[in-house]
Nanobody
Framework: QVQLVESGGGLVQAGGSLRLSCAAS????????MAWFRQAPGKEREFVAH????????YYADSVKGRSTISRDNAKNTVYLQLNSLKPEDTAVYYC?????????????????WGQGTQVTVSS
C-alpha cells in the first residue's frame, strides 16, 4: 500500500507556472506507475499525465501536452508535475495517483491509490 500527499498548488495568473509535487510513503515507490488527474467544479475527474516506473515513459492529455512535464525521483519517492502557460481552464483540484500497472491513457478506475488533492487556481 502507498500513501500520497500532494503539494505545490496555489493561485497564479494566466500564463504563469506551478510545480506540483506528490510525496509517496513506502519503500516500493519505484514499482508504481504514477499519474496526475484533475477535477474542476462540476466536472468529472480527468486524466492529465502519466509516468512509468523508471520515468522514461510519459503520456499526456491533449489539454496539457506541450505545456506540462511529469517527472519522478524514485530516490525521493516523489513525482512532479510542472505546469506552464497556465490558463483559467486549468483551474481544478489536482490529484496524484498510483497503480502497479495501467493501460494508457489511464482511466480513473485503473488507479489504486489516490492523494487528497491540491488546488490550482488560475486567474485571468
Amino acid at each position: 500500500q502507498v500513501q500520497l500527499v500532494e503539494s505545490g498548488g496555489g493561485l497564479v495568473q494566466a500564463g504563469g507556472s506551478l510545480r506540483l509535487s506528490c510525496a509517496a510513503s513506502g519503500r516500493t515507490f519505484s514499482t508504481y506507475v504514477m499519474a496526475w488527474f484533475r477535477q474542476a467544479p462540476g466536472k468529472e475527474r480527468e486524466f492529465v499525465a502519466h509516468i512509468g516506473w523508471s520515468g522514461l515513459r510519459t503520456y499526456y492529455a491533449d489539454s496539457v501536452k506541450g505545456r506540462s512535464t511529469i517527472s519522478r525521483d524514485n530516490a525521493k519517492n516523489t513525482v512532479y508535475l510542472q505546469l506552464n502557460s497556465l490558463k483559467p481552464e486549468d483551474t481544478a483540484v489536482y490529484y496524484c495517483a498510483a497503480s502497479h500497472t495501467v493501460v494508457v491513457p489511464p482511466t480513473r478506475k485503473q488507479l489504486e491509490y489516490w492523494g487528497q488533492g491540491t488546488q490550482v487556481t488560475v486567474s485571468s
